[in-house]
């Protein structure tokens, strides 16, 4: 079983940025998309952004043009770079692991892995 850990979560002001981190115990084709979801209270669900080993990137409609994700050379480590973060961006954030490729990877009801979340709060 894959564990990933995050961290990088935290409080900023509106337009403010944070980078959250994940990195994966181990390397394996349940690692090959690598991503982020998050959940507000009272809110569904919602795909932030992934990226597989062949580098093809996917990202949520309400974070296109301010949040960038890559990988690490090792393809073990992934980062959520936010920009210009907004209070309706505020939600427990959770990385995620599964085979699929980045493109199907934000349309997952189940990954095969799950992290165990990590706050960002954006204040106006």
């Known amino acids: 079983q894959v564990q990933l850990v995050e961290s990088g979560g935290g409080s900023v002001q509106a337009g403010g940025s944070l980078r959250l981190s994940c990195t994966a115990s181990?390397?394996?084709?349940?690692?090959?998309?690598m991503g982020w979801f998050r959940q507000a209270p009272g809110k569904e669900r919602e795909g932030v952004a992934a990226?597989?080993?062949?580098?093809?990137?996917s990202y949520g409609d309400s974070v296109k043009g301010r949040f960038t994700i890559s990988k690490d050379n090792a393809k073990t480590t992934v980062y959520l770079q936010m920009d210009n973060l907004q209070p309706e961006d505020t939600a427990m954030y959770y990385c995620?692991?599964?085979?699929?490729?980045?493109?199907?990877?934000?349309?997952?009801?189940?990954?095969?892995?799950w992290g165990q979340g990590t706050q960002v709060t954006v204040s106006s």
């Open positions: 995620a692991g599964d085979p699929v490729s980045s493109r199907a990877f934000l349309k997952l009801r189940r990954t095969h892995s």
């Open positions: 181990t390397r394996s084709h349940n690692t090959h998309s």
């Open positions: 990226i597989d080993d062949d580098g093809s990137t």
